[in-house]
């Protein structure tokens, strides 16, 4: 898997490159408007509160937003690092460190946070789908969008009722802790989920609103619907195996994206918008994560 995804993370990493301009990246850099990119880091951030706040009500038990908010930014400090977004189970273990909760309880939750991020991208979808975005948009992506679509209505239908499947239930001792994982998975209700949606379109409003900030800090001039199809197509090619903090696919999919808007050499803001969320998300997932080992 790892040798997979790296060679999928380089071939990404080889296109985004393919129209590299240094002399264009170098200027496009120092004529940036930091005020911008500094305001999509803040925003960033805050982002990773809302989605505390939506991680909270998937468990059953009240847990404190800060160690949520911790934990969140732990866990994209080890998809940054790791390979095989092993981030994942290092957040849930730094959870388990703050609350107690059974760490594949809070697998099952994180489980559930893919489902509604999966989500999120239906939502995307369905706002591009009325502005007439076939024009540009590739056919493929139309039916990977629903395929998702499918499959995240069959998670969330299985998460309501995943309980009453007794089949789904282990005893053997040594698959015990798929149980935890279950009740994880389906300890959210409905009203919680009204709430998670509710959260979830605020996270990609957030998301929409710092592609716009970063190409506007460097000139772009693109669009609202222009920085969805960013965000749309970005997210989806994020589902690709790829190298530790998705270098290469997350780059290789921008300057593909800006392709269809006729803009060659769209590696310099692919380059930006990776670093906005990669450094910030690191170095306070880093710093929480010492702060944990040392307190």
Known sequence: ?????????????????????????????????????????????IIIFLRAMRWSFLFNISIGINDLYKSQLVGYMGNNILPLRLGELLKAYFLEKKTKIP??????????????????????????????????FPYQYVKIIFLILIFTTFLIILSFNINRIKALRFK?????????????????????????????????????????????????????????????????????????????????SIVYTLLLFGIEDGFGFAFILHAVSFIPYTLLGLFYLIEQRYS
């Open 1 to 45: 898997k790892i040798l997979v995804s790296s060679f999928l993370g380089i071939l990404f990493l080889f296109f985004s490159l393919k129209e590299f301009d240094y002399n264009l990246f170098k200027e496009s850099f120092i004529s940036i408007n930091f005020f911008f990119l500094i305001t999509s880091v803040l925003l960033l951030i």
């Open 103 to 136: 760490k594949f309880k809070i697998i099952g939750t994180i489980v559930f946070e893919r489902v509604l991020d999966l989500l999120g991208l239906i939502i995307l979808f369905v706002v591009l789908f009325n502005f007439s975005i076939f024009n540009i």
């Open 172 to 252: 053997n001792k040594y698959f015990l802790f798929f149980n935890d994982i279950i009740d994880g998975f389906s300890s959210i209700n409905k009203m919680n989920f009204l709430f998670s949606v509710f959260y979830t379109i605020l996270i990609w409003i957030s998301y929409i609103v710092v592609v716009y900030l970063v190409q506007d800090s460097m000139s772009l001039n693109l669009n609202f619907i222009q920085c969805i199809i960013i965000l749309l197509i970005s997210s989806i090619a994020l589902m690709i195996p790829s190298l530790p903090g998705n270098i290469g696919t997350f780059e290789g």
